[in-house]
């Protein structure tokens, strides 16, 4: 079994940075592409950023040239740094991946970390 595990998360004025971590463990053979969603209250929830296991990356536009997705394939890790943060940006955080373990396949989602920005 793979678990996720997200930190970084806080309270941020606007205007302000944060940098979230999400960190795989378990049996892992490889990953694949991982991947940032994110959910505000009341909203359903919505891709944000994506990379690929050899770094080509995506990005929604409401964060293109604000985000920026990088992984740190050695420690199985998937950052998010967020700049320019907006109140809009106010959500729970989740990454998510997939991939090969030893004894088969597997996707994963993280229990989410909190983003609130906010004056």
């Known amino acids: 079994q793979v678990q996720l595990v997200e930190s970084g998360g806080g309270l941020v004025q606007p205007g302000g940075s944060l940098r979230l971590s999400c960190a795989a463990s378990?049996?892992?053979?490889?990953?694949?592409?991982m991947g940032w969603y994110r959910q505000a209250p009341g909203k359903k929830r919505e891709w944000v950023a994506g990379?690929?296991?050899?770094?080509?990356?995506n990005y929604a536009d409401s964060v293109k040239g604000r985000f920026a997705i990088s992984r740190d394939n050695a420690k199985n890790t998937l950052f998010l740094q967020m700049n320019s943060l907006k109140p809009e940006d106010t959500a729970v955080y989740y990454c998510?991946?997939?991939?090969?373990?030893?004894?088969?396949?597997?996707?994963?989602w993280g229990q989410g970390t909190q983003v609130t920005v906010s004056s």
């Open positions: 998510t991946t997939g991939g090969l373990t030893t004894v088969g396949f597997f996707g994963s």
């Open positions: 990379i690929t296991s050899g770094g080509s990356t």
């Open positions: 378990g049996s892992i053979r490889s990953i694949n592409a």
